[in-house]
């Protein structure tokens, strides 16, 4: 049975809508091109979505073309604002975006560790209701949210994990009683990584890899098949747990000590680089100390010590990635987080050689292209996607 020509119109309206939305503004020739429409049809849904605040002229298609057909058709970015938020152990960051993604502004504040929970919470909401302001968003959407530990898939809550700040569990009801009128959205900050990293960073060209999340803790992000794991209780990638030789014990239920996280996590990092005679001399501001000095020692006059601290970090990582790469064959290994990226080629290749020794199964490694700041912007893509899928009916 045909489609009536109000369902039939609802369908193409949606259609060019998830257009809009992942290929940018566009022409009326192109709407035409990738729907497969015709000419009057798209002229008909243009007015259409131009007329219900939906889309708006948002350029010309080159210098050399002017008039009707070169005007640029985009999603109105200003029909809502959107907040992403990277929660860490030590701080928050957070920035605020109109709805094509346009950062408008940022801000982070660091929160200690012997601070309470109540003012850890509203230095937080604080900061994202300053950031707002900044931004002249006068009501926040959509809120992205990304946050160590596990997140319940049955209800999309943030759950109770060992040696994290009591006041992550309390700061997202804090920011729903602050902005009632906000959809939150809370995932574990080593999805968002990969998220953004296959959108916007190492991975844009595969649909199977694994990310490897190297900063304060460790953390492991799988995607298979174009899509995130989470597993059955929202754990999967617990790298951190994961029984290694080398730690002299065993990680338990409730501590990653003696796990791969004491041989990566930044402290082992940092307690490395000082038996090999390196320190962080020159770090970036901000920059945390592990990152500082895996960066240190991959400059080109590093010294012999730097030589000795990559490759003994290596080993390290190659252990992590072996059992990864023995169980899921992704056939790549992203190094994220702000370690990651500070040993760009010269540490992923070093994991690479101990790999290809190690498993049988081929497997590239690759540096971060985002780092640290790729939470951030998994948690702005995750904001961006709900809201418009809202606002704009395509889910």
């Not at 998830?18 to 020739?29: D, K, M, N, S």
């Not at 640029?72 to 809502?80: F, N, P």
């Not at 990310?211 to 951190?240: K, P, Q, Y």
């Not at 990566?264 to 100390?289: K, Q």
Request: proline fraction near 5%; charged fraction near 20%.
């Amino acid at each position: 049975m045909p489609a009536s020509p109000s369902t039939a119109r609802a369908i193409n309206d949606r259609l060019a809508l998830r257009l809009l939305q992942h290929e940018g503004p566009l022409t009326a020739g192109q709407l035409k091109q990738l729907t497969g429409l015709s000419r009057p049809t798209v002229a008909d849904l243009v007015e259409r979505l131009t007329a219900g605040g939906l889309i708006e002229v948002a350029g010309e298609a080159g210098e050399q073309r002017r008039g009707p057909n070169a005007k640029l058709y985009g999603i109105v970015a200003d029909r809502a604002h959107l907040a992403a938020l990277d929660v860490r152990t030590e701080g928050v960051a957070v920035l605020v975006s109109d709805l094509v993604g346009r950062v408008l502004a940022e801000a982070a504040v660091p929160i200690g560790g012997d601070t309470g929970t109540g003012t850890a919470v509203e230095q937080a909401v604080t900061l994202v209701e300053r950031t707002a302001k900044e931004a002249g968003a006068d009501r926040l959407h959509t809120l992205g949210i990304g946050a160590p530990g596990l997140i319940d898939p049955a209800t999309g809550e943030l759950r109770d994990s060992s040696g994290l700040p009591a006041w992550h569990r309390s700061l997202v009801a804090a920011l729903q009683e602050r902005f009632p009128q906000a959809r939150a959205h809370v995932e574990n900050e080593t999805n968002l990584a990969a998220l953004a990293e296959q959108r916007e960073g190492a991975a844009r060209d595969r649909d199977t890899f694994v990310l490897l999340w190297l900063g304060h803790g460790t953390g492991a992000a799988v995607v298979l098949d174009g899509a995130l794991r989470r597993g059955a209780s929202g754990g999967t990638g617990e790298i951190g747990f994961l029984p290694v030789p080398g730690t002299g014990g065993l990680p338990s239920a409730t501590d990653c000590e003696g796990g791969f996280h004491s041989l990566a996590g930044s402290a082992a990092i940092a307690a490395l680089a000082g038996e090999c005679g390196l320190t962080a001399a020159g770090a970036r501001a901000a920059e945390p100390v592990a990152a500082a000095l895996v960066r240190a020692a991959v400059r080109p006059a590093a010294g012999g010590g730097a030589d000795r601290f990559l490759d003994a970090l290596a080993d390290r990582l190659a252990l992590g990635a072996a059992s990864v790469v023995a169980v899921l064959d992704p056939g790549c290994v992203v190094l994220g987080g702000e370690v990651g990226q500070a040993g760009g080629d010269a540490l992923a290749d070093r994991v690479a050689e101990r790999l290809r020794r190690m498993a049988p199964l081929p497997t590239e490694v690759r540096p971060s292209a985002l780092g640290g700041a790729a939470v951030l912007r998994g948690a702005l893509l995750t904001a961006r996607e709900s809201a418009q899928e809202e606002l704009f009916g395509t889910r």
